[in-house]
């Protein structure tokens, strides 16, 4: 929107870091930091809750759980709960695709679904769209189809599965999870929870080698993983409470939402492309602003063919139809 | 095409399978509760309430990955489902000084405020059958180590604790030679070890 709709789509130059190599170094920092925690003492703790001294990044899952578990209140946790909330707000469903490191498992064991995401193109010709309009094409032709005098209407947003507020089975396991701690005394999710089983195997190798103390933590961890992971296909969507969680926060979420340049979108100019949403994990369109499922992983921002799609800080205030035709009006008076 | 104006509401098959899910995190509480047993695991300072020990610790690893002495493992299956993962004081790789840090970063003070004169980990209580002193005499490694003058000699030179002077800190267990200087018995014991006050009161 910066950009005059006049402006030639320049060709791609030195783009900024794609947002996957910044996703895959933030993860990477994670397990770093949990093992420089092993091996010099930091304790800062492993994603259950990391951070300096008692002052973490808490799982709010696992808080309310225990909450829940001990039937009672302490000021401490409670205030690193509300941070948390407050941090979602900012960063709606970040966690999912920036810190968790489920998602590089997930892709890891589903390959086809890692080529889909991987390759916008081919999820375009694959979806069963126009050959012509696969991405490629897109680029090529679309200065073309600009300057063309049977210019296509814009088309509307293709719309993504998991748009707008989802309640479903994610739901009912938060829940259970929450009840159950309730019952049991103790936080029952954590016990299963593939995200800190995750850590636990890194910790319990890092024991093997160091005080030569093999347990069958090793073995059974990466089951209770796998189970999840690779039988439970759709894990994240399905079964996750924290995802289910952080999505309800998120709705509150208006900072980072993707935001599509209208002007520089294939769409504007009839192509039919919908590589942002089907190269989406999470099954949104960014074109969509009520997406609580966005985890802000970029990867829509990193195929787009136009390179169309931010992540700014705050969104540019909405423009209705009418309010976009006028300042279009008032470029070319001046 | 147009899907973005439809309201999503929860289909069937999301129903059926969030009601699986649901009833499944429920039976993993109470198999875990059937398969808990009473464990004899030691906590850390501070933690010695269990049940609120269990209901607060989210096993986030700080307190075991900050313990300067090494002290605190977790545990393992054969401690039961229950305490899995939880922090638990092993002085066989060290012993607690009461340094408090395992307590300072804990984000959910599953670990309380710890007094050690007036609270207690555990108690040391002494294995006749594997003590140095019970079976050959002249070892006293234990009551040298004891820095709260909890444990001493008695006529025949057997160690003998103080429970009331005892606050658990492990040192003489962690000092304990009778796993290397003993032939293997395949018990994991040592000739003194530190147990939850109340399995040593129904001894």
């Known amino acids: 929107m910066k950009t005059s709709p006049e402006q030639p789509i320049s060709p791609p130059q030195k783009r900024p870091m794609k947002f996957s190599t910044k996703r895959g170094l933030v993860v990477g920092a994670v397990f770093l930091s949990v093992a420089v925690g092993l091996v010099v003492r930091t304790g800062t703790g492993t994603l259950s809750a990391i951070g300096i001294m008692d002052i973490a990044l808490i799982c709010p899952v696992g808080q309310l759980e225990t909450l829940c578990a001990s039937r009672g209140f302490m000021l401490h946790p409670f205030l690193l709960l509300v941070a948390v909330v407050l941090i979602t707000m900012l960063v709606g469903k970040a966690f999912c695709s920036w810190l968790c490191p489920v998602s590089y498992l997930r892709r890891f064991f589903h390959r086809e679904e890692k080529d889909e995401v991987a390759d916008g193109n081919t999820a375009v010709a694959q979806a069963g769209v126009e050959p012509e309009t696969a991405a490629q094409t897109c680029v090529q032709q679309a200065p073309a189809v600009e300057q063309s005098a049977g210019c296509p209407a814009a088309l509307p947003p293709v719309g993504g599965k998991r748009d707008g507020l989802h309640l479903d089975s994610r739901h009912f396991v938060l829940a259970g999870a929450l009840i159950s701690s309730f019952a049991f005394g103790f936080p029952v999710f954590c016990l299963i929870c593939p995200v800190g089983l995750i850590f636990a195997t890194v910790i319990g190798l890092w024991n093997l080698f160091k005080f030569n103390a093999a347990g069958w933590g090793l073995l059974v961890f990466p089951a209770i993983i796998l189970l999840e992971v690779v039988v439970f296909r759709k894990w994240c969507t399905t079964f996750c409470p924290i995802a289910a969680l952080l999505s309800l926060l998120s709705r509150f979420n208006k900072t980072f939402k993707p935001e599509v340049d209208n002007t520089a979108c294939l769409r504007s100019k009839g192509v039919n492309c919908h590589v942002c949403v089907q190269s989406c994990p999470e099954k949104v369109d960014p074109h969509v602003r009520d997406i609580p499922e966005c985890s802000k992983c970029g990867v829509c921002a990193d195929r787009c063919p136009s390179h169309a799609i931010t992540f700014p800080l705050l969104a540019k205030a909405e423009k209705t139809e009418a309010e976009k035709v006028e300042s279009t009006i008032q470029d070319g008076k001046e | ?203």
């Open chain 2, 1 to 203: 095409m147009d899907q973005s104006t439809k309201r999503p509401t929860m289909t069937r098959r999301a129903f059926v399978v969030g009601a699986a899910g649901f009833l499944g995190t429920c039976a993993v509480g109470g198999v875990a509760v059937g398969l808990g047993g009473e464990s004899a695991a030691l906590r850390p300072p501070g933690g010695q309430d269990e049940d609120a020990f269990l209901a607060n610790c989210l096993k986030c690893d700080k307190c075991r990955s900050i313990c300067p002495e090494n002290c605190i493992s977790t545990g393992v299956l054969e401690d039961g489902l229950l305490n899995y993962r939880t922090p638990k004081l092993d002085f066989h790789r060290g012993s607690c000084t009461f340094c408090d840090l395992c307590i300072q970063v804990c984000p959910t003070k599953a670990l309380s405020p710890f007094d050690k004169t007036v609270d207690a980990i555990g108690v040391a209580v002494v294995d006749s059958d594997e003590c140095i002193a019970f079976v050959h005499g002249g070892c006293q490694k234990c009551v040298e180590a004891c820095e709260y003058d909890a444990i001493y000699l008695d006529g025949n030179g057997c160690p003998v604790v103080k429970a009331d002077a005892c606050n658990g800190c492990g040192v003489c267990e962690y000092v304990c030679p009778s796993s290397s200087l003993r032939s293997y018995s395949g018990s994991n014991l040592r000739g003194i070890n530190v147990q939850r006050k109340s399995e040593e009161a129904s001894q």
